[in-house]
Nanobody, 119 residues
Framework: QVQLVESGGGLVQPGGSLRLSCAAS????????MAWYRQAPGKQRDLVAH??????TYADSVAGRFTISRDNAKNTQYLQMTGLKPEDTAVYYC??????????????WGQGTQVTVSS
């Protein structure tokens, strides 16, 4: 069994910063791609940022403001968010493609953390 636990969400003023963390635990052999998605009320879940061992990609709406990173030794990924705007308000979900001790490679999701940007 594998779990992803997120932390770091909250309320921030426009222009402010937040750092989200997502720690994976359980019967992990290796983690491939990791990513952050977000879902605003009444909208679909959209990809925000994606990271593999060799590259990172970002949605156009966050490029230059958000930075995704990972610490493989800790099985943890991060999303540093700066220059936050009200339109960044959403529930943020982390994602990881995990190979477990069962040798199965499956996608796992965090429980979601609320980010609210408002004055």
């Amino acid at each position: 069994q594998v779990q992803l636990v997120e932390s770091g969400g909250g309320l921030v003023q426009p222009g402010g910063s937040l750092r989200l963390s997502c720690a994976a635990s359980g019967s992990i052999v290796t983690i491939g791609a990791m990513a952050w998605y977000r879902q605003a009320p009444g909208k679909q879940r959209d990809l925000v940022a994606h990271i593999t061992s060799s590259r990172t990609t970002y949605a156009d709406s966050v490029a230059g403001r958000f930075t995704i990173s990972r610490d493989n030794a800790k099985n943890t990924q991060y999303l540093q968010m700066t220059g936050l705007k009200p339109e960044d308000t959403a529930v943020y979900y982390c994602y990881a493609l995990v190979t477990s001790t069962t040798r199965a490679t499956l996608a796992y999701w965090g429980q979601g953390t609320q980010v609210t940007v408002s004055s």
